[in-house]
C-alpha cells in the first residue's frame, strides 16, 4: 500500500490518511481485540487498503484498461465502436458469438486487466 | 463473543420450542438448558441446544443443533424443509451426516421453519485443518473416505419421490450450466470479460454428460467435519441438485477450495489418488480427469458468480456489510486468474 504524500501545507491527503488509520488500527487497536471484533478488524483493515490502493492508482488503471478496451473492440466485426454499446459489451458479445475463440491478442488483455484488478489488493 | 440464552433470540421462544420437543422426542418434556448461536452461514442460522429429555425413548440429555434461514437468503439455496429431506435420503444412503431428527415448519414455534439435528463432534474450520496437520486422522485415509462418502450421495438416482422438489433432471448440466452463468453475469449488469472467456472454453469443450444423481454442489474443505480421527459428517445440504457426478469432484478439487495447500489437488488436503481410487471403488464410476477439468474451470466461475452476487447485495440489494463487499471486491479478480491459467489459447480446440 502507497504511504500517501502530503498535500502540502501541513494537510495529509486521502491516501495518507487512510495509511495512517490502517496502522493505528492494526498496531494499537487489534491487538486489544479479540474474536469476532479481531476477525471484524482486520476486514476493516483490508478494505482501508483497497480504498487507498484505489485511490492512489485506480484512475490511471482504469484509463489504461478503458483504452486497450476500446482499442481491442475497434478491431471486431461490425464496427462496435459507432454501436450504442460500448467496448466491454461488444467483446462479450463477441466471446459468446465465437468471434475470438482462443484470441491470443485479448487472452493476454484479460490478463493485463485482472492483473491491474488484484495489484489494487494489494 | 457467547450469548447466554437469556440474551439470545431464541429466548422469547422457550416455551413453545420446548413444548415442539417434548412432542417431537415423544418425551414428557423437553428442557433447553443452553443456545448458543454458531458464527459462519451467510444463509443460514444455526444455534448449538443442549437438550435435557424427561421420559420417553430419547430420555437424556442431548447435544443437537437448530438450523433455520437467516435474515437474508439466497433464491438458489433449498428451504429448511427440503434440506431436511435431503439430509434424510443421504443418511439412509449410507453417507455419513448429522442425524436428522425433527422438523418444525410451525410458524408459531419460532416464526419460520427450522429442523433440529444432532451435534457430531469437531471443526469444519478450513484454516484449522491447513494448520494442524493431524486433524483428521491420516490426511490420505480422509481423502479416501471423502471419496467414498461423494460416491454414496451419488448413488441416489432418480426419481425420489421424496425429492420430487428436485424437479426433472437436466439432460445436459453443463451446456445449461454456461446459459444459467451468462443470465447470472447478465443479471448483474456490466461485463466480466475474464469470466465470458471461459464461459465460452466451458461451451467449447463440454464433456458428455454423465449421471444424472444427486449432487451435493457445496462438497469442499469447509462443509465437513472432522475430529482428531477423521470425518465425523458432511455439512450443508442447501444447493443439492441432480446433475452430473463430476461438477462435485470439479468442486472439490478446484484450486479455490485448497485454501493454503494448492499442492494437494484434493481440496487441500492430499493428493488426488486417494480421494479419487476410493471414489471409483465404490461408485464403480471411473473419472474422467478431462471432464474434471472443465468441471474445475466451471467451479470457479460458479464461485466468482456467486462472490460477485454477494457483493452486489450490498451495492443494491441493501444489505451494508462490509464482509460481503469485501467477498464480492477480493475474490473475483484471483479466480479470474485461476480461470485464464486453466483455458489459454493453447488450450482451446478449433471452433467449428
Known amino acids: ?122 | 463473543m457467547t450469548t447466554t440464552l437469556e440474551e439470545s433470540r431464541l429466548a422469547g421462544r422457550k416455551a413453545p420450542l420446548e413444548a415442539f420437543l417434548a412432542k417431537a422426542a415423544g418425551a414428557k418434556a423437553v428442557e433447553v438448558v443452553d443456545a448458543r448461536p454458531l458464527s459462519g452461514g451467510a444463509i443460514q442460522e444455526n444455534w448449538l441446544l443442549d437438550l435435557v429429555i424427561h421420559g420417553g425413548p430419547m430420555a437424556g440429555p442431548l447435544e443437537a443443533v437448530l438450523r433455520t434461514d437467516a435474515p437474508s437468503t439466497v433464491a438458489v439455496s433449498r428451504s429448511r424443509a427440503e434440506e431436511f429431506a435431503l439430509l434424510k435420503v443421504a443418511q439412509q444412503a449410507g453417507v455419513t451426516v448429522p442425524e436428522p431428527l425433527w422438523l418444525c415448519e410451525e410458524p408459531s414455534v419460532l416464526g419460520k421453519t427450522f429442523y433440529i439435528m444432532r451435534r457430531v463432534a469437531g471443526t469444519a474450520v478450513p484454516h484449522r485443518l491447513m494448520k494442524e496437520s493431524d486433524l483428521g486422522g491420516d490426511r490420505d485415509e480422509l481423502a479416501g473416505r471423502l471419496g467414498m462418502e461423494l460416491a454414496r450421495i451419488h448413488s441416489v438416482t432418480p426419481p425420489r419421490e421424496e425429492l420430487a422438489f428436485l424437479g426433472t433432471p437436466s439432460a445436459d448440466p453443463a451446456l445449461e450450466a454456461v446459459a444459467r452463468y451468462r443470465a447470472y453475469l447478465d443479471a448483474l449488469g456490466g461485463s466480466y470479460l475474464a469470466l465470458e472467456w471461459g464461459l465460452r472454453w466451458c461451451e467449447l469443450h463440454a464433456p458428455e454428460p454423465q449421471g444424472p444423481v444427486l449432487v451435493h454442489q457445496d462438497f469442499r474443505t469447509g462443509n465437513y467435519m472432522v475430529d482428531r480421527h477423521g470425518l465425523t459428517g458432511i455439512l450443508d445440504w442447501e444447493f443439492c441438485d441432480w446433475g452430473d457426478p463430476m461438477t462435485d469432484i470439479g468442486w472439490f478439487c478446484a484450486a479455490c477450495w485448497r485454501y493454503s495447500h494448492p499442492e494437494l489437488e484434493a481440496g487441500g488436503i492430499a493428493p488426488r489418488g486417494p480421494f479419487y481410487h476410493e471414489y471409483e471403488a465404490v461408485s464403480g464410476r471411473r473419472i474422467d480427469p478431462q471432464a474434471v477439468a472443465f468441471w474445475e474451470v466451471m467451479a470457479h466461475i460458479r464461485w466468482a458468480v456467486i462472490a460477485l452476487q454477494q457483493g452486489e447485495r450490498t451495492l443494491s440489494g441493501g444489505e451494508d456489510s462490509l464482509e460481503l463487499a469485501l467477498t464480492g471486491r477480493v475474490y473475483p479478480p484471483a479466480i479470474e486468474e485461476e480461470i485464464l491459467r486453466q483455458c489459454g489459447p493453447d488450450q482451446w480446440k478449433a471452433s467449428e
Open chain 1, 1 to 122: 500500500m502507497s504511504a500517501g504524500q502530503g498535500k502540502g501545507g501541513g494537510e495529509a491527503d486521502g491516501v495518507r490518511l487512510l495509511h495512517l488509520a490502517r496502522r493505528e488500527l492494526l498496531d494499537v487497536v487489534l491487538p486489544t481485540l479479540e474474536g469476532d471484533a479481531r476477525y471484524r478488524a482486520r476486514l476493516i483493515a483490508n478494505a482501508m487498503k483497497i480504498a487507498a490502493q484505489e485511490m492512489d492508482l485506480g484512475a490511471g488503471n482504469a484509463a489504461a484498461t478503458a483504452g486497450e478496451l476500446e482499442a481491442f473492440a475497434a478491431g471486431l466485426d461490425g464496427a462496435p465502436a459507432d454501436g450504442p454499446q460500448g467496448p466491454r459489451e461488444a467483446i462479450r458479445d463477441a466471446l459468446r458469438s465465437g468471434e475470438v475463440d482462443g484470441n491470443a491478442d485479448l487472452f493476454a488483455l484479460l490478463e493485463r486487466m485482472t492483473g491491474r484488478r488484484r495489484a489494487l489488493l494489494g
